[in-house]
């Protein structure tokens, strides 16, 4: 059973920086795709970013180029990086994971994947 555990949330003022990281144990095959997803209160949850085996990733419009996703397969660790940050940005953050490649259109859907951690807040005030 694959378990991801999310780490790195925090408060911080907008235009600022943090770094959320997704540590994965369990059955890990060679394969993996993984995910980061976040939702706001009030609202449902949404894919942010993608990566897959490759490195190739996928970004929602409202983080591209402020937020950036990248895995150390090593230590079987997702990132995800996040400048400029925005209060809209606020949101619990979420791991995900999945052994099936999701098609190109089903990459920040949240059906795309089987495994989800349990979260890491994050706030950014103005």
């Known amino acids: 059973q694959v378990q991801l555990v999310e780490s790195g949330g925090g408060s911080v003022l907008a235009g600022g920086s943090l770094r959320l990281s997704c540590a994965a144990s369990?059955?890990?095959?060679?394969?993996?795709?993984m995910a980061w997803f976040r939702q706001a209160p009030g609202k449902e949850r949404e894919g942010v970013a993608s990566?897959?085996?490759?490195?190739?990733?996928t970004y929602a419009d409202s983080v591209t180029g402020r937020f950036t996703a990248s895995q150390d397969n090593a230590k079987n660790t997702l990132y995800l990086q996040m400048d400029s940050l925005k209060p809209e940005d606020t949101g619990m953050y979420y791991c995900a994971a999945d052994f099936s490649r999701p098609l190109s259109y089903a990459r920040l859907k949240e059906y795309a994947y089987d495994y989800y951690g349990q979260g890491t807040q994050v706030t950014v005030s103005s």
């Open positions: 990566i897959d085996d490759n490195g190739a990733t």
């Open positions: 369990g059955l890990i095959a060679r394969n993996v795709y």
